[in-house]
């Protein structure tokens, strides 16, 4: 509720019980990074490297990165809506995330950290969903890492070719 009007719905697409919903993508990165150092990788953030097709390259910074190992990560917390339906704009943002991942160097290992959030309607993650409908976009290689918020584990998801 608008805290001037109690009357007024929020219309603002907040994430309930959150600050902001920049304090939940920086808490979940925060999360990522500890994942990421518990399989042995450090990351650096705001890491850049340069992307683009053929010749034509161009700085795209990713979220985490590093040159040793080679790695980028690119972290989304996306849930489902709460209707239950998929939130298409959101992973719209997740094409756009492969789509970089498809111009990067060859030699960077890409690691997309996701929040598991299941939906007992559709029996399946929305990372599973995802893949049901867009592998075709998925570059080989693509390690989907899907975060269990109360396990506090990760479980590796990677596109069916």
Same mark, same amino acid.
């Given at each position: 509720m608008d805290d001037a009007n109690p009357n007024r719905a929020m219309t603002n697409f907040?994430?309930?019980?959150a600050i902001s919903n920049t304090?939940?993508?920086?808490?979940f990165e925060a999360l990522a990074v500890l994942s990421l150092e518990a399989a042995g990788i450090k990351v650096h953030p705001r890491f @850049?490297?340069?992307?683009g097709i053929g010749q034509? *390259? *161009?700085g795209h910074t990713f979220d985490f990165g590093s040159d040793d190992p080679p790695v980028l990560v690119e972290c989304k917390c996306h849930r489902?809506? @709460?209707?239950?339906n998929a939130p298409s704009a959101k992973l719209t943002v997740w094409n756009e995330a492969m789509y970089y991942f498809s111009l990067a160097p060859v030699k960077y290992r890409r690691i997309f950290f996701v929040l598991?959030?299941?939906s007992t309607r559709r029996r399946q993650t929305l990372a599973e969903h995802y893949l049901t409908r867009y592998s075709h976009l998925v570059p080989d290689g693509v390690e989907i890492w899907e975060f269990d918020e109360i396990e506090k584990s990760c479980r590796i998801l990677t596109a069916a070719k």
């Open positions: 907040q994430r309930i019980g304090h939940v993508g920086v808490d @850049a490297v340069p992307v034509r *390259k *161009k489902w809506t @709460a209707g239950g598991r959030d299941y």
